[in-house]
């Protein structure tokens, strides 16, 4: 079993930034890629950014030229690093890690607000 805990989240004002990490544990079946999510009330999870473990990344477009995302493999760990935030980035941020099998484990969701 693979666990993922994300932390990071919080209240920052338009224009601010956040960094948000994700801690991976367990018996990952390498390589894997690791992405980040984020689901808004009412709308459907979105894909925000992902990268391979080569370190290939993809990123929404309401993202692209903001946020980054960055892995330390030998810690396990994914990061997301989210500049000149925006009200609309609001959302509940969520880590995903897929495995060699295609299988998808999800970590519980850090909040994101946006606001002023």
């Known amino acids: 079993q693979v666990q993922l805990v994300e932390s990071g989240g919080g209240l920052v004002q338009p224009g601010g930034s956040l960094r948000l990490s994700c801690a991976a544990s367990?018996?990952?079946?390498?390589?894997?890629?690791m992405g980040w999510y984020r689901q808004a009330p009412g709308k459907q999870r979105e894909l925000v950014a992902a990268i391979t473990s080569g370190g290939t990344t993809n990123y929404a477009d309401s993202v692209k030229g903001r946020f980054t995302i960055s892995r330390d493999n030998a810690k396990n760990m994914v990061y997301l690093q989210m500049n000149s935030l925006k009200p609309e980035d609001t959302a509940v941020y969520y880590c995903?890690?897929?495995?060699?099998?295609?299988?998808?484990?999800w970590g519980q969701g850090t909040q994101v607000t946006v606001s002023s």
């Open positions: 995903k890690l897929r495995d060699r099998q295609l299988y998808d484990y």
């Open positions: 367990g018996t990952i079946l390498r390589p894997s890629s």
